[in-house]
């Protein structure tokens, strides 16, 4: 099985700072079509998660375009290039290369300061 | 607009069985697979079993292999799972998520909590 490992655990950021959040799967995540199926998605204090990326950089529909997604093979990166109140809450990779057997990360917190 | 809404959880002892109904709207239902995903309190999200839009393939998680059985009636709009000899570690909110192909998941409806005590 594909295990997907995120960095930090938590991450405290000020108003209006950047933010990054890594992560890494056990096996490259590129397709036998040459694509590569990664997302990210965003969990509010008390809400259902919300997909912000797909294969890897795509933004979903509505996101802001101060998240970014980035990486190749195994190594991947969601970028807040300015964090907003509203992005509080818990962001989580998930692969969907080996899918129908979708595997996500732990998750990362990030709060302000 | 995708809509999905849980319903079905509660408080189940040790052993017991419950079954888990998501209602789907807002799109054509029967032209996708569907996922029911998992969390427990306070930790990360499990992915716990697919069904194809036809029912001809299904997929557990081997946590929840031989005691979960998901289904599906396209003619109700509606996604199921069966959870039998329900554990501890089974307690959480569970989400239906509309499968997107390889893409992965895209639309989540709010969850159900089962909790899973004596």
């Known amino acids: 099985d594909v295990v997907m490992t995120q960095s930090p655990l938590s991450l405290p950021v000020t108003l209006g700072q950047p933010a990054s959040i890594s992560c890494r799967s056990s096996?490259?995540?590129?397709?036998?079509?040459?694509?590569?199926?990664l997302n990210w998605f965003q969990q509010r204090p008390g809400q259902s998660p919300r997909r912000l990326i797909y294969k890897v950089s795509k933004r979903d529909s509505g996101v802001p375009d101060r998240f970014s997604g980035s990486g190749s093979g195994t190594d991947f990166t969601l970028k807040i290039s300015r964090v907003e109140a509203e992005d509080v809450g818990v962001y989580y990779c998930?692969?969907?290369?080996?899918?129908?057997?979708?595997?996500f990360g732990g998750g990362t917190k990030v709060e302000i300061k | 607009e995708v809509q999905l809404v849980e319903s079905g959880g509660g408080l189940v002892q040790p052993g017991g069985s419950l079954r888990l109904s998501c209602a789907a709207s807002g799109f054509t239902f029967s032209s996708y697979s569907m996922n029911w995903v998992r969390q427990a309190p306070g930790k990360g999200l499990e992915w716990v079993s697919y069904?194809?839009?036809?029912?001809?393939?299904?997929y557990y998680a081997d946590s929840v292999k031989g005691r979960f059985t998901i289904s599906r009636d396209n003619a109700k709009n509606s996604l199921y799972l069966q959870m039998n000899s329900l554990r501890a570690e089974d307690t959480a909110v569970y989400y239906c998520?509309?499968?997107?192909?390889?893409?992965?998941?895209?639309?989540w409806g709010q969850g159900t909590l089962v909790t899973v005590s004596s």
């Open positions: 998930m692969q969907g290369t080996h899918w129908p057997l979708l595997t």
């Open positions: 998520a509309r499968d997107t192909g390889i893409t992965g998941v895209d639309s």
């Open positions: 096996q490259s995540l590129v397709h036998s079509d040459g694509n590569t199926y």
């Open positions: 069904i194809s839009s036809s029912s001809s393939t299904i």
